[in-house]
């Protein structure tokens, strides 16, 4: 499975950015996809992950704020950010997970400042 991300970029605080991830290769119809974040020194971590089915969970730090939303028919999931805080910097990886096993893209930075 080959994960292209897309989107990435700087943002002033209080402002909006989408991500979009597709995903290609021996794809299983059955499958999680997701958006991680990872900022230097730390691990990465969960922002929002949506199944085939539509089920979403989030972070806490980003509910409320951000809307993962996905197209089956093209293998590609969106990430709508809002209301973005410089802490949300980080390097933002797209995940596929099926049938045990996951898969990252290559990941696209996210920078917050003014």
């Known amino acids: 499975v080959q994960l292209v991300e897309s989107g990435g970029g700087l943002v002033q605080p209080g402002g909006s950015l989408r991500l979009s991830c597709a995903a290609s290769?021996?794809?299983?119809?059955?499958?999680?996809m997701g958006w991680y974040r990872q900022t230097p020194g730390k691990q990465r971590e969960l922002v929002a992950i949506?199944?085939?089915?539509?089920?979403?969970d989030y972070a806490d730090s980003v509910k409320g704020r951000s809307t993962i939303s996905r197209d089956n028919a093209k293998n590609t999931i969106h990430l709508q950010m809002n209301s973005l805080k410089p802490e949300d910097t980080a390097v933002y990886y797209c995940?596929?997970?099926?049938?045990?096993?996951?898969?990252w893209g290559q990941g696209t930075l996210v920078t917050v400042s003014s």
């Open positions: 949506i199944t085939s089915i539509g089920s979403t």
């Open positions: 290769g021996s794809v299983f119809s059955i499958n999680v």
């Open positions: 995940s596929w997970y099926d049938q045990g096993s996951q898969y």
